[in-house]
């Protein structure tokens, strides 16, 4: 049974640092690209960023790119999501997904 776990999300004040955390199992984890998606109020589901199996490519969508970092760690099943110079806009649930699965998300809160 496929799960992913997502953890890390809370409020921060504007300009503030978090890294999130996606906790893989139920399928050969090291052998897919993955991503991780967010939802902000009243939007849609929306892609971030994307990285492949051996975690050597990512790709960012432009609201994030140079702010927020992908990366894997395949011996954990682990993917994370480091995300720096937070703004109100990026307040949204963030998943973590694998083909057409998520989690239930984490809630990043960005306010002062």
């Known amino acids: 049974q496929v799960q992913l776990v997502e953890s890390g999300g809370a409020l921060v004040q504007p300009g503030g640092s978090l890294t999130l955390s996606c906790s893989a199992s139920g399928f050969p984890f090291s052998s897919y690209v993955m991503r991780w998606y967010r939802q902000a109020p009243g939007r849609e589901r929306e892609l971030v960023a994307t990285?492949?199996?051996?975690?050597?490519?990512?790709t960012y969508e432009h609201f994030v790119k140079g702010r927020f970092t992908i990366s894997r760690d395949n011996t954990k099943n682990m993917m994370y999501l480091q995300l720096n110079n937070l703004k109100p806009e990026d307040t949204a649930i963030y998943y973590c997904g694998w083909l057409g699965s998520w989690g239930q998300g984490t809630q990043v809160t960005v306010s002062s």
């Open positions: 990285i492949d199996s051996g975690g050597s490519t990512t």
